[in-house]
C-alpha cells in the first residue's frame, strides 16, 4: 500500500516539475532563438532561412516544387505556408489575440486590423532605401499601396498585376458553347435575348445525356452568394465591380449597391427565370459540391460565376469530351442602354497585399524576399517556369512547351504540383499588359497565347461570331472610364467599426431578403422588395452611406492625381 | 518538496465505496463515521484522496476558473496590442449594444427553440429506444443494433449535413418517396422553408444522437432488479405494464438528472449544425448566439462584445440548471446538488 503511493506522488511531483519545466522551457527557447537567429542568418547565406507564411488564398501546400527551389536558391528562403481552413475569416483575429504571427502575411481585407494592432511593420523606409525592384513594378502608383490619409504608409506590397489588360473576362454570365452553337449564333446582350435563347434551347433538349436540363443555377447557399447573384446584378446594370457598394469615382459618392434600382430590376427578372422553371430551384440550397457535379454533368446551360470557381467543372467537362459544354462568357446587360463594365481598367488596384510582421526575426530578410519576387528575373520564372523544363527561347521569344501548356488547360493541380504560375498571387506581380526589358510580355497571356489556348469549339464558335477573342464581344476598355478610386472592395474597413457592424447587418438583411424574392411569388416581389429597404433603414445604412463616401473621398485624395 | 509528501503513514484509510450514493454520484462523507472528532481530522485522514484530487483541482482553476479574470474585456473596449492596464472602461457599454440589437434576440429565440426542440425529442428518442433496446430478447443481434445505433455520434457534422441536404434535396430519396407514394405533388424544397429549419436540425440531431444517448439509460436499465420482473409477472402484468411500472421508475433518477445537466446546456447548443445547414433562406431561422457572437464579435475584432455575449450565455445557464434543480428539489426526485 504505502510503495504503490509512494509511487503514485512520485510521478505526481514529477508530473508538476515536467509541467513547470515546460513553462519556463518556452520563454528561455524564444530568447535563445532571437540571439541565435540574429548571429546565425547574416554571414552564413548558403543556409536557407523558413519563412512562415500566412496566405488567406492558401492551400495545403509545401514549398518544394522545382520552382520553389529556385526561389530558395535565388533568395536563401523557404516558405512555411499556412492558410485558412473553411473559409476561416477569424485567423487574422486568432492571430492578434495571441500576439503569434507568422514572418510574412496575406491578410487581404483584415490587414487593417493587423495594422491597428501593431502586427505588421512600415516598409517606406526599406522601399526607398533598397526596395529598387519593388520601386520599379509599381513607379508612380506606389501611392496607391498606401494606407490611408492619416496614415499615409506602406504596409503591404502585392496581389494586383502591375499594369493590367484584361484578356478574358470572369463572374459575367457564360452560357454553353453548344447553345450559342445550336441556335445559329445570334447575338445576346441583354437578358431578354439571354433568357429566349435558354428557353429555346430547353426546349430542343429537355434532357441532357439522359438528365434533366438546367437552364441556369446559382450557387447562393453560402458565401458564393455574393459572386454568383450578387455581382451578376452589378454586371447586368452596368456596373464595375466595387464589392458591395456601387461608387462615383468622379465624386466619391458612394452607396450600399442593393439600393440602386438596376439591382431590383434585375431581380425582379431572376425571379420571373424562377417562376418560368428556368432557374435552377436548388440554387440557393445545394452545395457548392452539388453545384459543380451539376455543371460537370454538362447539363447547365448557363451560370453566373467567376471562372475560378467553376474551374473544377470545366476540366471534368473537357476530360469527359464534353468541350461544347464549356462556357463561353456573354455581355448581357439589362437593356441595351447599360454598358457592360467587364473590361474597366480599375489601376493598380492597391489595398491587398504581403505584409511583414512586426514580431518576425528576419524582417530584413522577409523584405529582400518580397522585392526579389518583384524583379524581372523573378517574375518570368514565376510566370514562365524554368527554361527547359517549362519553355524555351525560339527566336529570342519565349516559348511554352506543348504539354505544359496542355497540362495547364487542363489539369487543375499542374500549378499546384510543378508550382508553374503558382507563386504569382499574391505575390508582387506584373498585369497582363506588362513587358520585360526585351519587349516580351512577362505574363503567359498574351493575346496570342490566350488564342491558342482556346478550345476547338470555342475557336469554331468564336469565328462564327468574327471575333479573336471572348472580349472582343465586351465594350472596349477605352471606352470605359478609368476607376480613380480603384476598387471599393479593396478598402481596408476599420475592424469593429461602425460601417463593418452596419454593413454585416446589411449583408445578412440582403442575402437573405433578396433569396426570399428571387423565390417568392411575382406578385409579392414589389412588397418584399420594399420591406427589404425598410429594413436596411432601420439598420442606418444612411449612415452606411455616408461613412463609405467619406472613406472612398479619402483615397482620392490618398491617391490624388497620381493615376494613370 | 517530495521530501515533505513521501513519509505517508501506512493506517491511512481509502473510504472509496461508501461515498457513492444511489445516485451514482459523489456525495458528501457520512458525518457518522467512528473515530472522528471534528474536520481536521477527517481531512486528515483522507491526505491521500485529497492529494490525488489535487491535479484535477488545478486543471480546474488554471482552465476553468482562471479565465473568467478575461470577463474584464466585457467591461473594456478591449484592444489585444495594449496591456491590462491600458485599456480604457467602459462600464456596460457592450452590454447596452447587446441588448439594443434587435438581430439578437432573434438569435436567442431560436438558440432557446432549436435548444428546447432538441432537448424534448433527443431525450424522448434516447428514453424510447433503450426501452426497446432492453425488451430486445437475442442478445447478439441487441449488440449489433446497440453498435450501430451509436456510429452516427462519430460522424462529423460536416458529414452529417451534406447527408441531409442530399436526402432532402429536391432530387433527393425523401422527396422521391414522397411523391411515388402520392403524399406530395410536387416535391418540397425542405431546405428552402424557413419554417421547417428547426424541424430538420432536430431531426439530425435526434438522428446523430439518440444511439449514443441511450447507452446511459440502457445502462441504468440494467442495473434493475430481476426480482421486480418476476413479481410483475407472477401478478400478470404484461411486457408493457413492466416497462411502465418497473424499468421507467427504476431509471428516474438518472432521467431527472440528466435532463437537469442539459437544461443548463439549453443554451449552449453551438452553431456548427446550424451553420452547415443553413442557407441564405433559411438564415433568420439558422443564427443562433454562438454565429451570432462569431459574426459580430471575434469575426470583426471586438473581442469586448463577444465576451459580453459570453457572460450573458453563462448567467443564463447557471439561472436555467437553478431553477430546474430547485425544480426537481421541490417534487422530491433526485438532483445535481
Redesign the interface.
Known amino acids: 500500500?504505502?510503495k504503490t503511493?509512494?509511487i503514485?506522488?512520485?510521478l505526481?511531483?514529477s508530473?508538476l516539475l515536467f509541467l513547470a519545466g515546460c513553462g519556463g522551457d518556452n520563454e528561455e527557447t524564444n530568447t535563445d532563438g532571437d540571439d541565435g537567429g540574429s548571429t546565425e542568418e547574416t554571414p552564413s547565406s548558403d543556409e536557407p532561412v523558413t519563412l512562415t507564411f500566412y496566405n488567406e488564398d492558401g492551400e495545403d501546400k509545401s514549398f518544394d516544387d522545382p520552382v520553389a527551389e529556385k526561389i530558395t536558391e535565388a533568395t536563401g528562403v523557404i516558405l512555411d505556408i499556412d492558410y485558412p481552413v473553411g473559409g476561416n475569416?477569424?485567423t487574422i483575429?486568432?492571430m492578434?489575440?495571441s500576439?503569434d504571427y507568422p514572418d510574412l502575411i496575406f491578410a487581404k481585407g483584415d490587414i487593417g486590423?493587423l495594422i491597428?494592432?501593431?502586427?505588421v511593420i512600415k516598409l517606406d523606409e526599406m522601399i526607398e532605401e533598397r526596395g529598387d525592384h519593388l520601386k520599379a513594378m509599381y513607379g508612380d502608383q506606389l501611392d496607391r499601396l498606401r494606407n490611408s490619409v492619416d496614415d499615409p504608409n506602406i504596409y503591404n506590397v502585392g496581389t494586383y498585376g502591375v499594369h493590367d489588360e484584361p484578356l478574358e473576362t470572369s463572374g459575367t454570365f457564360q452560357i454553353q458553347l453548344d447553345v450559342l452553337r445550336e441556335l445559329g449564333h445570334p447575338e445576346i446582350t441583354t437578358l431578354e435575348e439571354f433568357e429566349d435563347a435558354l428557353t429555346e434551347y430547353t426546349e430542343m433538349y429537355p434532357e441532357i445525356n439522359g438528365q434533366k436540363t438546367i437552364p441556369l443555377a446559382l450557387q447562393?447557399?453560402?458565401w458564393r452568394?455574393l459572386i454568383t447573384v450578387g455581382n451578376p446584378a452589378g454586371f447586368a446594370g452596368g456596373f464595375p465591380d466595387d464589392g458591395q457598394w456601387s461608387v462615383d469615382t468622379n465624386t466619391g459618392e458612394t452607396i450600399y449597391k442593393f439600393l440602386e434600382p438596376e439591382y431590383r430590376d434585375y431581380f425582379q427578372w431572376l425571379n420571373g427565370m424562377n417562376v418560368k422553371g428556368l432557374l435552377d430551384?436548388?440554387s440557393?440550397?445545394?452545395?457548392q459540391?452539388?453545384y459543380i457535379s451539376k455543371i460537370s454533368s454538362g447539363r447547365v446551360l448557363a451560370v453566373a460565376d467567376q471562372d475560378w470557381n467553376i474551374n473544377d467543372a470545366r476540366f471534368a467537362l473537357i476530360e469527359d469530351d464534353m468541350e461544347e459544354r464549356t462556357y463561353a462568357p456573354l455581355p448581357v446587360t439589362l437593356s441595351e442602354d447599360h454598358v457592360h463594365q467587364a473590361l474597366k481598367d480599375y489601376g493598380f488596384a492597391g489595398g491587398w497585399g504581403i505584409a511583414i510582421s512586426s514580431t518576425s526575426e528576419h524582417p530584413d530578410l522577409a523584405f529582400d524576399f518580397l522585392n526579389w519576387m518583384a524583379s524581372e528575373e523573378a517574375q518570368i520564372l514565376l510566370n514562365w517556369g524554368i527554361e527547359g523544363e517549362h519553355y524555351e527561347i525560339v527566336d529570342g521569344q519565349r516559348v511554352l512547351f506543348d504539354e505544359v501548356r496542355e497540362r495547364m488547360n487542363t489539369d487543375g493541380n499542374f500549378s499546384k504540383e510543378t508550382g508553374f504560375g503558382y507563386y504569382i498571387h499574391p505575390f508582387p506581380n506584373w498585369g497582363t499588359g506588362a513587358v520585360d526589358s526585351n519587349g516580351q510580355s512577362i505574363t503567359v497571356n498574351t493575346r496570342e497565347q490566350v488564342i491558342e489556348n482556346q478550345l476547338d469549339v470555342e475557336k469554331e464558335v468564336l469565328a462564327e461570331y468574327d471575333m479573336e477573342l471572348w472580349i472582343d464581344w465586351f465594350p472596349p476598355q477605352d471606352e470605359l472610364q478609368l476607376s480613380n478610386h480603384g476598387a471599393a472592395y479593396n478598402f481596408s474597413i476599420p475592424?469593429?467599426s461602425d460601417i463593418?457592424?452596419i454593413q454585416?447587418?446589411a449583408d445578412?438583411i440582403t442575402?437573405?431578403r433578396i433569396?426570399?424574392a428571387i423565390?417568392a411569388d411575382p406578385e409579392d416581389f414589389d412588397d418584399l422588395w420594399n420591406a427589404m429597404l425598410d429594413e436596411l433603414e432601420t439598420a442606418n445604412v444612411e449612415k452606411l452611406n455616408q461613412e463609405m463616401t467619406k472613406l472612398t473621398q479619402n483615397i482620392l485624395e490618398l491617391w490624388g492625381g497620381e493615376v494613370n | 518538496m517530495s521530501k515533505n509528501l513521501l513519509p505517508v503513514t501506512p493506517e491511512v484509510n481509502m473510504p472509496v465505496t461508501p461515498t457513492i450514493n444511489q445516485t451514482g454520484k459523489k456525495g458528501k462523507q457520512p458525518k457518522r463515521s467512528p473515530g472522528e472528532k471534528n474536520g481536521w481530522q477527517r481531512l486528515k485522514n483522507q491526505k491521500a484522496l485529497l492529494l490525488m484530487s489535487l491535479p484535477f483541482v488545478i486543471w480546474l482553476i488554471v482552465f476553468r476558473y482562471l479565465p473568467v479574470l478575461g470577463w474584464t474585456m466585457a467591461f473594456q473596449d478591449y484592444q489585444p496590442q495594449n496591456s491590462f492596464f491600458e485599456q480604457s472602461w467602459v462600464g456596460l457599454k457592450h452590454f447596452r449594444d447587446l441588448f439594443n440589437e434587435p438581430t439578437f434576440y432573434r438569435a436567442l429565440e431560436n438558440t432557446i427553440g432549436m435548444g428546447i426542440l432538441g432537448l424534448v425529442f433527443g431525450t424522448l428518442a434516447a428514453i424510447t429506444f433503450a426501452l426497446l433496446l432492453n425488451e430486445m430478447r437475442f442478445t447478439k443481434l441487441k449488440k449489433l443494433t446497440q453498435t450501430i445505433s451509436y456510429l452516427p455520434h462519430f460522424v462529423s457534422w460536416v458529414i452529417v449535413a451534406n447527408i441531409v441536404t442530399t436526402m432532402l434535396s429536391i432530387s433527393g430519396p425523401v422527396n422521391n418517396l414522397l411523391t411515388s407514394i402520392g403524399l406530395v405533388d410536387s416535391p418540397i424544397n425542405f431546405m428552402a422553408r424557413p419554417g421547417m429549419f428547426w424541424g430538420v436540425v432536430t431531426a439530425a440531431e435526434v438522428w446523430k444522437s439518440t444511439g449514443w444517448n441511450a447507452i446511459i439509460y440502457f445502462a441504468a436499465m440494467a442495473g434493475t432488479d430481476p426480482q421486480l420482473y418476476e413479481a410483475a409477472k407472477v401478478d400478470g402484468a404484461s411486457r408493457w405494464r413492466q416497462m411502465w411500472h418497473i424499468t421507467l421508475p427504476s431509471i428516474r433518477p438518472v432521467i431527472i438528472v440528466l435532463l437537469i445537466l442539459n437544461i443548463g446546456n439549453l443554451i449552449n447548443i453551438g452553431f456548427e449544425k446550424q451553420m452547415l445547414l443553413g442557407n441564405n433562406i433559411v438564415s433568420e431561422r439558422a443564427l443562433v448566439i454562438d454565429l451570432y457572437a462569431l459574426n459580430y464579435g471575434i469575426g470583426m475584432f471586438r473581442y469586448s462584445f463577444g465576451t459580453a455575449i459570453g457572460i450573458f450565455k453563462s448567467v443564463i445557464s447557471v439561472i436555467l440548471i437553478v431553477v430546474a434543480n430547485s425544480v426537481a428539489k421541490k417534487v422530491g426526485e433526485g438532483r445535481v446538488f
Not at chain 1, 491597428?116 to 502586427?119: F, L, N, Q, R
Not at chain 1, 440557393?284 to 452545395?287: I, N, Q, S
Request: hydrophobic share 40%.
Open positions: 500500500m504505502k503511493l509512494s503514485f506522488i512520485l505526481f511531483v508530473g475569416d477569424e483575429p486568432l492578434i489575440a500576439g486590423m491597428d494592432a501593431g502586427g447562393g447557399s453560402d452568394w430551384p436548388e440557393f440550397t445545394h452545395t459540391d452539388t475592424a469593429g463593418a457592424i454585416q447587418r445578412d442575402e437573405q433569396t426570399q423565390l
